[in-house]
């Protein structure tokens, strides 16, 4: 029996953004990233239809985390106070395509750090790497308005990832974004029909499509994950079937979520395994469940698995094989 | 949705005032009207204003393409008014070729000379054929199903690509005696048509047709395109300038989840960019 053809032609794609600036392009990295891409669905069609590889931004936080487990701050022990090391050895010991800057510490419920603060971690985490960084807002409305504005200036010309934007939150940072040369993340809260607005509200004040990275909210194994995987995979469609309102690459948040599950993280687990294994595991297999379902920028901190991810990454884009 | 808009028409008076009096101003307005109100191709057929068609369809196509590079759609019964256009056109971003119907009385082979002009004018070269034979237009729903059979299925013998191919199970004025039952059985063949290959061919209809003489044109335009989308209708030659009627569309494929919804979905289905 012969094989019948199923190849499927899609009238549209997923954009390509590259993130960061050399030298020549007017900032300060070494090297440039680019996503998207992609053509076809997840692992269909030919090599060629499957776009950029994907990518790995770890985490760096602003400010020491108090509430990681023991697991997840071995790796860093040394430069968890120092986030210039901490990102240094992101890059240069677990291989990071990316850093993400997370600003933890300007929330008002934790450090409550003002703006200056950020600028300068901003800039010692430029200083101290030189690939492309993404610039990740506290969550607070109000704090992330009047802090991450000045962080955007700080990096202009870096052509930075900053974000992020939601339906009732997009004006300023969307505004500054774009004065400063970055690309921007739009957000929602796992609603495919908010994420469509935010980026045509977004779109409205100027932004160019071609510059957003959406952040469709990620869930865990075990909490959530079907949900963001099955947005995940409906933009895609949505962006293979013409709908350039979808049409971005997508970045979601692995490792803040993986380490929210007690699963990961529970010590004192007796029959669960060994809590050394149980949460870089289970933030491997959430990342490479989402992987599965489309996602260009995998946010994620335990080193182990992120070895594992990349390793993964490596073997199914090897245009090689 | 394929929006085909249909104001570059001679039998419009503003046209072929245009056309006898060479304006070109006219028809590069209507061309960038239209494609800003969401025209995915625009219709150009010389209508009744001039002796020479083959000329004057050479002339609209130029004076289209000299300002504007949405793609076109042909229209012409006659194979060599289309052939002349194709001569000066850029196809790259595509072209219909509209129409002919399965046979012609006068030409048994008119279906197989669009096909070879659309292969001809590149990758991305389809046409629209009518449910129509040498005996006329039907007017049951088998007829009009089996006249779609034998197209998609000459289509097939000549490889022609099915996904290249529009059929339009043609629209009759309903206000005509005894032609209401029309509209119903063209949806009825439609619900047929879809199943004739997969993926299905592309169907088309030329809506204003559908209301000519009667007094509620446009709502009856538009009612009729919400139904016929429901039926599988994936193109439509309109009045894009009807913004109504744009609305309409836009609300209908976001109901049948051929668009995602968003708070703002009219504003980007009009700009042609919402999917």
Redesign the interface.
Known sequence: MTVPEVAE?FTGSVNKVTLGATKEEGGTRSRTVTVGGACNVVYGGSVEQAGEKPVIAMDVLDIKPTDWPDVLAEPYKDVLDSPGEWAKKCVEEFGADLVCLKFDGIHPDKEDKDAAYAVAVTQEVLKAIGVPVVLWGCGNDDKDNQVMPKVSESAKGENCLIGTVAEDNYKALTAIALADGHKLITAAPLD???A??VN??VSDMGFPLERIITFQSTGALGYGIEYAYSIQE?QRL?AL??????AMPVICDVGYESWRAKEAKLADAPGWGDVGDRGPMWEATTAICLLQAGVDIIRMRHPRAVAVVKKFIEQLWNREA | MIIIAERINGMFTNVKEAISGKNKEVIQELAKKQTDAGASYLDVNVGTAAADQEGTMQWLVETIQETCSTPLCLDSQKPAVIAAGLKVINAENGVILNSSPLNRKSDEEILDKYMEMAQNAGPKGSIIALTMDKNGVPQDIDTRVAIAAEIVQKAMEKGFDT?RLFIDPIVLPVKVPNAQVQPGNMLAAMDQIGMLCDPPPHMTIGLSNLSQGAVERSLINRVFLAIAVSHGLDSAIVDVLDGKLMDVLATAEMLMNK??????YL??YASG???
Do not use: E, T
């Open positions: 032609s495919i029909n908010i469509k607005q045509i509200l409906r949505a079937g013409g709908d350039k309102m979808m | 996904q668009q995602l919804y968003s708070d703002s504003k980007v960019s919402g999917g």
